[in-house]
């Protein structure tokens, strides 16, 4: 990261500086350090001789409720007292200061440079040379400043990184030039300073008593702990092989992974399965899943007693190897209270980086509906004949739940209506509001004793080329994309598609006639479904605006198309991926858009701009599902590195990080009324989440597959869940909530006891004859309409 040549080098060093206010002495020596690895030492071990912030606990977490800091050996006793650095600045160290000033000068980095200074309590002539000359006289021949230009700064680099490694031979191309390029290292310089830290390992033949130590201590403590530090079991045993394979000690590393491996979670088979394709040095470069692991400190959430207690252990015991692979790598999240369980640990466990910091679940999130817009539904005359002919009095509008539909007041939940600008509301989609009033009226309740009809659409002679489906909000259209690379749209109402007339013809209409938007239409066109070509690879996602005018697709081929469904011809390729685009959706409200995929990241779009409008970053693994919220100012992603996570469209940050699943994550779906999330995975599982307080309050189990789709009915009374199994399954939303105690949610311990009741919250199964359920819908009366491909 910071190893990187030419401009880009002090660009990065800016970020340390921003990244770093309290910048002292082991940020100096840091930035030295990298630098030395940059000048071509990235091979030679680096011996660390400082371990830990002072404003961080023993295992380099940063823990508002323990007030102690632990030593940077574990056979050294607690330093107690304040978290401020208080430490006076030696010769030798001011010597390093004025070095990387000095570093930091040269590369034009004067902000840096004063806040450096200003931490370390330098004065503002520091950096004259005859001030420091004068210094350097009255404090002991100490030398003042160093000249990065001349031979003083090779000596100095050594002195930093590698003198106080006993028999290790001096480096011969760590020198740095002036004007020149560093020397290109071994590794590339990325991959080089990633994992240099797994340099500083000690005997390889220890490596397995040292786990197998850790181990026995685990399986002897209370029961009460034992599941709780049981975690530690798999981060260690990744990194420590990783140190063996790193330092070339192939024997060591296998014995090492046959012997530890079978100990670990069941959830973690596939990752191990990775892992032991890495038995080389040479492997582990340009291996993003590893480079990942090793960037991103694996959480634990641990109790205040079980974390002194493996605290004690590791003092006792002087156990360095363990100590500095928790220093570097993990982040225990502590918490006051009583131990967690094993089965709520386990609901929680399972994803790439551990869980989530309960920090990141915290902020502020909006997740109320925005007011309706003031529309007044007219009553039909045919409507009101019929009612007065039969002597019924007037149909009242059904009563609108909890759960279900969207509210005339502001809700406090909510965000303001101007947070983020929404496009206006045209004429049509106006006429369209009434429509979905009226069928409102219609609609059916739902509940455990009336279930919904379901209606199914086979995709015949698909050939397992069918790859995504969707369907209109007044379930008119649907769309399927398509593995050869075509997007294809068929009318399940006896209307047909039909484009718009030629530039000649339209001049030919009367455009004040009532019934303009019908003859605009171009009747030789008509057909009952149509193919849109321009994508060159397959699509993996498809979406219909709210409007119905357009259609989005994304491909493999890294572009997002915007399709016209009133020329059936593409309007935009929206380039900003750079890999496979595995999902794209249109707001509920329209103009904005969101898509993800192998990239990592997903995007925010909005359709007449043709760059992106956030970006957001922070998956470890593809993005492979994304939903916006039904207020439009969140966007939920789902990942392969099986963690879900929400961000706000306004800020783009991210604002909820939610761990559980065992799996890639195929499918969201948020509820009628914004309060909830349900989330499908490869697991089988659905998972339920409380976007309020940050916390999953439900697992719904009884799929065998892969979940590819989930589908709150209109009036969130029940939820349906579509699986490659080919089941579609019916759950009861209103119990699974309503049981919840939202009081008894604890933000010290931010977990909750999950009941294991799937089996009374499931209503109803449909099993199909051989066809994976890839998407539902509801229609706006609560019909259930499902859809997927024969696979004979």
Known sequence: ????????????????????????????????????????????????????????????????????????????????????????????????????????????????VEILRREAGLPENSLDPKANESAGAGSGGAAGIVDLEGGDASSLLSRVTGSSSAGAQAPTKGTVQSGCCPAVAEDQPDVSVVLSAYSQQGDPTLYKVYYRDLKKFIETVLDCHRAELSQVFYPLFVHMYLELVYNNHE?????????????????????????????????????????????????????????????????????????????????????????????????????????????????KVYYGLLKEPEIE?????????????????????????????????????????????????????????????????????????????????????????????????????????????????????PKKLRKVKSAADLNLIDK?????????????????????????????????????????????????????LLTFTCLVAYKGHNYPVWDTQFSPYGYYFVSGGHDRVARLWATDHYQPLRIFSGHLADITCTRFHPNSNYVATGSSDRTIRLWDVLSGNCVRIFTGHKGPIHS????PNGKFLASGATDGRVLLWDIGHGLMVGELKGHTDTIYSLRFSRDGE??????????????????????????DFTAATGHIHLQDNSQELLLGTYTTKSTPVIHLHFTRRNLLLAAGAFNP
């Open 718 to 743: 029940i939820l349906a869940s579509g699986s490659m199994d080919n089941t579609v399954r019916l759950w009861d939303a209103m119990k699974a909530f309503d049981d919840l105690e939202t009081d």
């Open 251 to 363: 024997s060591e590393a296998k014995a090492f992974f046959e012997k530890f491996s079978g100990d670990q979670e069941c959830y973690y088979e596939e990752d191990l399965r990775i892992l032991s394709g890495l038995t080389k040095k040479e492997h582990m470069r340009g291996n993003e899943t590893l480079l990942d692991f090793r960037t991103s400190k694996f959480v634990l959430r641990i109790s205040r007693d079980s974390y002194q207690l493996l605290k004690r252990h590791l003092q006792e015991r002087q156990n360095n190897q363990i100590w500095n692979i928790i220093q570097e790598h993990l982040y225990i999240d502590i918490f006051d209270g009583m131990p967690r369980s094993k089965s709520q640990i386990d609901a929680m466990s399972g994803s790439l980086a551990g869980e989530a910091k309960r920090e990141a679940n915290k902020t």
């Open 1 to 112: 990261m910071i190893a990187l040549t030419g401009k880009n080098q002090s660009y990065v060093l800016v970020l340390y500086g921003l990244c770093f206010p309290l910048i002292h002495v082991a940020h100096a020596q840091f930035i030295l350090k990298m630098a030395a690895v940059q000048g071509g030492m990235g091979d030679a071990d680096i011996k660390t001789d400082i371990k830990t912030e002072p404003s961080a606990d023993g295992f380099g977490n940063n823990n508002a409720n323990d007030g102690r800091v632990l030593s940077a050996s574990p056979g050294s006793s607690s330093s107690t007292g304040s978290n401020k650095q208080t430490a006076a600045v030696t010769p030798e160290d001011q010597q390093t200061l004025l070095a990387v000033l000095q570093f930091l000068k040269k590369n034009k980095l004067s902000e840096s």
């Open 668 to 671: 969201l779906a948020f509820s």
């Open 377 to 493: 539904l007219p009553l039909d005359d045919e409507d009101e004949e019929a009612e007065n002919e039969e002597g019924k009095p007037k149909k009242k509008k059904p009563k609108k739940d909890s759960v279900g539909s969207k509210s005339k007041k502001q809700d406090p939940n909510a965000p303001s209506q101007n947070r983020i600008p929404l496009p206006e509301l045209k004429d049509s989609d106006k006429l369209d509001k009434i429509m979905y009033m009226k069928e409102a009226t219609k609609r059916i309740r739902l509940g455990p004793d009336n279930l919904p009809s379901v209606c199914f659409y086979t995709f015949l002679n698909a050939y397992q080329g069918l790859t995504a489906v969707d369907l209109t909000d007044d379930s008119s259209l649907i769309a399927g994309g398509f593995a050869d690379s075509t997007v294809r749209v068929w009318s399940v109402t």
């Open 512 to 564: 004040e006639s009532d019934d303009v938007l019908e003859r605009i239409m171009d009747e030789k066109t008509a057909s009952e479904s149509k193919i849109m070509y321009g994508h060159s690879g397959p699509v993996y996602g498809i979406s219909f605006s709210p409007d119905r005018n357009y259609l989005l697709s994304s491909s493999e081929d890294g572009t997002v198309r915007l399709w016209s």
